[in-house]
C-alpha cells in the first residue's frame, strides 16, 4: 500500500471521528444523564460518561489524584500520559495563557485520544495490508473508526477505547515478529525485539486489563512449543505493573486492583466453583448466550458478513493462523465471563480487527470491486454511526442536564489538599 494513502485515510477518518465526537451534545446522545461540562460557552468535549470527572481528575493531579480516586490506580497510563501532554502544552502556553491543571489534563486527554487512534489506525491498515488490498484494508479503517464504539469514547476521558485498539497493536507486534522470524531467523535483533514487544504490551496493560489477545497468543505459541519465548515475554510484560508499583510506593501510595478488590471480576468464578457448582454451569451457559447476542448488538449485520468470510475458500486466513482467532475468540469470551459484565456490548469488542477485517476483504475484494459501491455504504456506515446517538425529542445541549460544580470542586479541593 501506498504509505501516503494510508497515513491520510487514517488522519481523516480520525478527525471526522473526533469531530462528530467532541460536539456529541448537539445529538442529545444520553438524554436526563447529568453531563460534565467542560467548556460552558460551547459543547466541546462535554462528557457524558459517568467516570469521566475522575478520569480528568486523575490526570489533571497525577499520581497524587489517586488518593482521593483509588478506584483507577491499577489504570495509569493515560492519567500519566495525559498529565505528560498537558504539562508540555501548558509550558508552551504559559508566554499567553495560565491553563489550570484541569484545563492542561484536558488539552492532554484531546492530544491522547487523537494520537492514540492514529496510531492504532495505521497499525491496523498495515496490519491488514499483508492479506487485503488497499482499498479493502482502509475500508475496514473506516469501519474502525466510524463505529458508533469509537465515536462514543474517541473524545471521552476514560479508556474504554482500548477495547478496541489495544488488539490492534499487539497483533501488530506480533505480525511483526512473525516475520522477522521468517526472514532473518531468532536473530539477536529478534529476541530483543520480543522483550520490547512484551515490554510494550504491559505498558497497554497499565491502560486497560484487555488480556485477552496477549493471553491467546501465549497459548498459541505453547502449542507451538516456543517455551523460551513464552517465558521470556511474561518476565517482560510483568516488569511494567512491578516498575509501577515501586513507583507508587515511593510516593506514598499501594497498588490496589479494583475490578478484584471490590467488583470480584475473576474471582466471583472460584468462589462459586467451590461453593455453587450447579449456578456457575448456569451462569457460563447464560454467558455464551449473551457473548453471541452482544456480538450483533456490538457489530450489526457485520458479524455476519465475517462468518460468511471464514466459509470462503479463498479466505485470507492461514489454518494456523484460523487456530490464533479460535483461542482469541475463547480468550475474549473467557474474559466476558470473568468480568461478568453480560450487558455491556462492547466487551466483545477486543475481535473487531478480525471482524472488520473480514467484513471488508468480502465485501470490497470479493462482492463490490468497484470503488463507487464501497464508498456509498461507507457513507451510509458513518451516517448510521452518528445518527445512532440522537434521541428524540431532540434537547439543546445548554438545556440538557449537568452536574453541578460544586461537586467537582470539593473533589478538586480534597485532592489539592492531599497533594500540599
Given at each position: 500500500?501506498?504509505?501516503?494513502?494510508?497515513?491520510?485515510?487514517?488522519?481523516?477518518?480520525?478527525?471526522?471521528?473526533?469531530?462528530?465526537?467532541?460536539?456529541l451534545a448537539w445529538l442529545n446522545p444520553r438524554p436526563g444523564f447529568e453531563i460534565y461540562r467542560t467548556i460552558d460557552e460551547w459543547p466541546?468535549?462535554?462528557?457524558?460518561?459517568?467516570?469521566?470527572?475522575?478520569?480528568?481528575?486523575?490526570?489533571?493531579?497525577?499520581?497524587?489524584g489517586f488518593r482521593e480516586y483509588p478506584q483507577r490506580i491499577n489504570r495509569p497510563l493515560y492519567p500519566a500520559l495525559s498529565w505528560l501532554?498537558?504539562?508540555?502544552?501548558?509550558?508552551?502556553?504559559?508566554?499567553?495563557?495560565?491553563?489550570?491543571?484541569?484545563?492542561?489534563?484536558?488539552?492532554?486527554?484531546?492530544?491522547?485520544?487523537?494520537?492514540?487512534?492514529?496510531?492504532?489506525?495505521?497499525?491496523?491498515?498495515?496490519?491488514?495490508?499483508?492479506?487485503?488490498?488497499?482499498?479493502?484494508?482502509?475500508?475496514?479503517?473506516?469501519?474502525?473508526?466510524?463505529?458508533?464504539?469509537?465515536?462514543?469514547?474517541?473524545?471521552?476521558?476514560?479508556?474504554?477505547?482500548?477495547?478496541?485498539?489495544?488488539?490492534?497493536?499487539?497483533?501488530?507486534?506480533?505480525?511483526?515478529?512473525?516475520?522477522?522470524?521468517?526472514?532473518?531467523?531468532?536473530?539477536?535483533?529478534?529476541?530483543?525485539?520480543?522483550?520490547?514487544?512484551?515490554?510494550?504490551?504491559?505498558?497497554?496493560?497499565?491502560?486497560?486489563?484487555?488480556?485477552?489477545?496477549?493471553?491467546?497468543?501465549?497459548?498459541?505459541?505453547?502449542?507451538?512449543?516456543?517455551?523460551?519465548?513464552?517465558?521470556?515475554?511474561?518476565?517482560?510484560?510483568?516488569?511494567?505493573?512491578?516498575?509501577?508499583?515501586?513507583?507508587?510506593?515511593?510516593?506514598?501510595?499501594?497498588?490496589?486492583?479494583?475490578?478484584?478488590?471490590?467488583?470480584?471480576?475473576?474471582?466471583?468464578?472460584?468462589?462459586?466453583?467451590?461453593?455453587?457448582?450447579?449456578?456457575?454451569?448456569?451462569?457460563?451457559?447464560?454467558?455464551?448466550?449473551?457473548?453471541?447476542?452482544?456480538?450483533?448488538?456490538?457489530?450489526?449485520?457485520?458479524?455476519?458478513?465475517?462468518?460468511?468470510?471464514?466459509?470462503?475458500?479463498?479466505?485470507?486466513?492461514?489454518?494456523?493462523?484460523?487456530?490464533?482467532?479460535?483461542?482469541?475468540?475463547?480468550?475474549?469470551?473467557?474474559?466476558?465471563?470473568?468480568?461478568?459484565?453480560?450487558?455491556?456490548?462492547?466487551?466483545?469488542?477486543?475481535?473487531?480487527?478480525?471482524?472488520?477485517?473480514?467484513?471488508?476483504?468480502?465485501?470490497?475484494?470479493?462482492?463490490?470491486?468497484?470503488?463507487?459501491?464501497?464508498?456509498?455504504?461507507?457513507?451510509?456506515?458513518?451516517?448510521?454511526?452518528?445518527?445512532?446517538?440522537v434521541h428524540l425529542p431532540w434537547v439543546s445541549p445548554w438545556e440538557q442536564a449537568y452536574r453541578e460544580r460544586g461537586y467537582l470542586e470539593?473533589?478538586?479541593?480534597?485532592?489539592?489538599?492531599?497533594?500540599?
Amino acid at each position: 500500500m501506498n504509505a501516503s494513502r494510508g497515513l491520510t485515510a487514517t488522519i481523516v477518518l480520525t478527525l471526522i471521528s473526533f469531530l462528530v465526537a467532541s460536539h456529541l451534545a448537539w445529538l442529545n446522545p444520553r438524554p436526563g444523564f447529568e453531563i460534565y461540562r467542560t467548556i460552558d460557552e460551547w459543547p466541546f468535549m462535554w462528557q457524558y460518561n459517568a467516570d469521566a470527572g475522575m478520569e480528568i481528575i486523575s490526570a489533571a493531579y497525577f499520581p497524587e489524584g489517586f488518593r482521593e480516586y483509588p478506584q483507577r490506580i491499577n489504570r495509569p497510563l493515560y492519567p500519566a500520559l495525559s498529565w505528560l501532554f498537558g504539562a508540555v502544552i501548558g509550558t508552551v502556553a504559559s508566554p499567553v495563557a495560565d491553563l489550570s491543571p484541569l484545563e492542561r489534563a484536558g488539552a492532554g486527554y484531546i492530544v491522547l485520544k487523537i494520537m492514540m487512534h492514529l496510531l492504532g489506525g495505521l497499525a491496523l491498515v498495515d496490519l491488514l495490508r499483508r492479506r487485503l488490498s488497499d482499498r479493502a484494508a482502509v475500508f475496514a479503517l473506516a469501519l474502525v473508526l466510524l463505529h458508533p464504539h469509537t465515536i462514543a469514547h474517541i473524545a471521552t476521558f476514560h479508556t474504554t477505547d482500548l477495547q478496541i485498539l489495544v488488539p490492534i497493536f499487539v497483533l501488530w507486534m506480533l505480525v511483526r515478529l512473525v516475520e522477522r522470524d521468517a526472514s532473518e531467523g531468532r536473530s539477536r535483533r529478534w529476541w530483543i525485539d520480543l522483550a520490547v514487544y512484551s515490554f510494550v504490551t504491559g505498558i497497554l496493560m497499565l491502560g486497560k486489563q484487555n488480556f485477552a489477545v496477549y493471553a491467546a497468543i501465549l497459548v498459541w505459541a505453547l502449542a507451538l512449543r516456543r517455551w523460551r519465548e513464552v517465558l521470556l515475554s511474561i518476565g517482560v510484560f510483568l516488569l511494567p505493573v512491578l516498575l509501577y508499583i515501586v513507583f507508587l510506593r515511593h510516593v506514598g501510595l499501594t497498588y490496589r486492583n479494583n475490578e478484584i478488590a471490590s467488583m470480584d471480576q475473576g474471582t466471583w468464578v472460584l468462589e462459586l466453583l467451590v461453593r455453587q457448582p450447579v449456578v456457575l454451569l448456569k451462569t457460563v451457559l447464560e454467558s455464551l448466550g449473551r457473548f453471541m447476542v452482544n456480538a450483533v448488538a456490538f457489530w450489526g449485520a457485520i458479524v455476519f458478513l465475517a462468518f460468511v468470510a471464514l466459509g470462503h475458500r479463498e479466505v485470507p486466513v492461514t489454518r494456523r493462523e484460523l487456530w490464533l482467532l479460535f483461542l482469541f475468540a475463547g480468550a475474549t469470551w473467557a474474559q466476558y465471563l470473568a468480568v461478568r459484565r453480560f450487558e455491556v456490548a462492547y466487551m466483545v469488542g477486543d475481535l473487531s480487527v478480525y471482524v472488520f477485517g473480514l467484513a471488508a476483504w468480502l465485501l470490497v475484494d470479493r462482492w463490490f470491486r468497484r470503488p463507487p459501491v464501497t464508498r456509498v455504504i461507507i457513507v451510509l456506515y458513518g451516517a448510521w454511526a452518528i445518527f445512532s446517538f440522537v434521541h428524540l425529542p431532540w434537547v439543546s445541549p445548554w438545556e440538557q442536564a449537568y452536574r453541578e460544580r460544586g461537586y467537582l470542586e470539593t473533589r478538586l479541593e480534597a485532592v489539592e489538599d492531599a497533594a500540599q
